[in-house]
């Protein structure tokens, strides 16, 4: 039986396009969390250890006021840059939580079309099976009315 056209089609391919957009999207957004996850993790690693080296160095007593001065601004500035990329990672847990969203969206309006195509084809199915039926009755119907014709001659 020729098959009948799902007329949202477009609009279902359309709809594909975008969860599929919208999860590479979410892909990238997860490998940015994870990106500014390690470049965190760097940042403590690098401050714990400059602050180890200096609290050797200062309890050894080989540092002068100057140098000790120095060194404990270069930890400030070791501890904002913390800062900095705890905010840089809030900032890209937000934009993921975001297009996760968006992607979930995305992802219902595809299933949404998917499904109204399924009842399409189902309702299409049932149609031509009805069809079908009728005509095997008819030609029942017409043999058996050639058979009682067949038997009174």
């Given at each position: 039986?020729?098959?009948?056209?799902?007329?949202?089609?477009?609009?279902?391919?359309?709809?594909?396009?975008?969860?599929?957009?919208?999860?590479?999207?979410?892909?990238?957004?997860?490998?940015?969390?994870?990106?500014?996850?390690?470049?965190?993790?760097?940042?403590?690693?690098?401050?714990?250890?400059?602050?180890?080296?200096?609290?050797?160095?200062?309890?050894?007593?080989?540092?002068?006021?100057?140098?000790?001065?120095?060194?404990?601004?270069?930890?400030?500035?070791?501890?904002?840059?913390?800062?900095?990329?705890?905010?840089?990672?809030?900032?890209?847990?937000?934009?993921?939580?975001?297009?996760?969203?968006?992607?979930?969206?995305?992802?219902?309006?595809?299933?949404?079309?998917?499904?109204?195509r399924e009842h399409h084809d189902?309702?299409?199915?049932?149609?031509?099976?009805?069809?079908?039926?009728?005509?095997?009755?008819?030609?029942?119907?017409?043999?058996?009315?050639?058979?009682?014709?067949?038997?009174?001659?």
């Amino acid at each position: 039986m020729k098959r009948v056209p799902f007329p949202l089609q477009t609009v279902h391919n359309l709809r594909e396009m975008r969860r599929e957009e919208a999860e590479r999207q979410l892909a990238q957004a997860a490998s940015a969390v994870d990106e500014a996850a390690a470049q965190l993790e760097e940042a403590i690693r690098f401050h714990a250890a400059t602050a180890e080296e200096y609290a050797e160095n200062y309890g050894a007593g080989a540092l002068d006021p100057q140098e000790a001065a120095m060194r404990s601004n270069y930890l400030t500035a070791l501890a904002r840059r913390i800062q900095a990329a705890r905010a840089h990672l809030a900032q890209r847990q937000n934009e993921y939580e975001a297009q996760r969203r968006l992607t979930i969206t995305a992802a219902r309006n595809a299933e949404v079309t998917a499904k109204l195509r399924e009842h399409h084809d189902a309702r299409h199915e049932a149609e031509a099976a009805r069809v079908e039926q009728t005509q095997l009755d008819e030609m029942a119907t017409v043999a058996q009315a050639r058979r009682m014709g067949e038997n009174k001659s």
